[in-house]
DNA sequence: GCCAACGTTGGC
DNA sequence: GCCAACGTTGGC
């Protein structure tokens, strides 16, 4: 099956595109969402491979798309957070039978060689129809096309040789 | 910190 | 099923 792309938004003063880098086997479980588009996009349409454009959300002047990162999970599966009393995250009304919330795993891939500011993705032409560039966009994973990808890629400094090398 | 835009909840 | 109220996101 053909590779799907994506965005996947984090805040970096919570968890950014470094501490995946810094997770054990650069590998983390991304737990905690909780918009039910998200969730879909997660259950139904991400597969092991795919590759997501790591954007950090609510950083200043510093907003925009840092680098790569792989679905390192096979499929989605339930966020044990939902379950914990203690957590920002927990959900009273799942349960384990039928959990409400989902996630996947992610893998650090490669980082782009310089920040895209959101201001820049705007002021692209080619990029007028991407789902983050949108006003009012809040989607935690939004998918990506293809074409859009590659020159966000290419934006940050990554070249045709580099992305094929990364099997992108 | 402000606030516009958005998603969810729940009364009716 | 409508929609007002509320809580959250996220750019600025």
Known sequence: MA?????IKSEPDVFGFDDLAKCKGQTEHWDGIR???????????????????????NAGPKVGAV??????S?????????FDPKSNYYDAKS?????????????WKAA????????????????????????????SIQPVEKRHF???????????KELKALEV
């Open 112 to 139: 782009f060689k310089r920040l895209v500011t959101l201001k820049e993705l705007k002021e692209t032409a080619e990029l007028e129809d991407m789902l983050v560039v949108q006003r009012g966009q809040r989607l």
């Open 150 to 160: 590659t020159y966000v890629c290419k934006m940050g400094g990554l070249t045709a």
């Open 74 to 82: 096979e499929k989605a599966y339930p966020d044990h957070t939902q």
């Open 95 to 107: 349960s384990k039978d039928n959990p409400r919330w989902l996630m996947v795993s992610f893998k």
């Open 3 to 7: 590779k799907n792309y994506w965005l």
């Open 67 to 72: 680098g790569l990162a792989s679905v390192a």
């Open 35 to 57: 918009n039910y588009q998200a969730r879909n996009f997660m259950r139904d349409s991400m597969q092991k491979g795919d590759i997501a454009i790591f954007y950090h959300s």
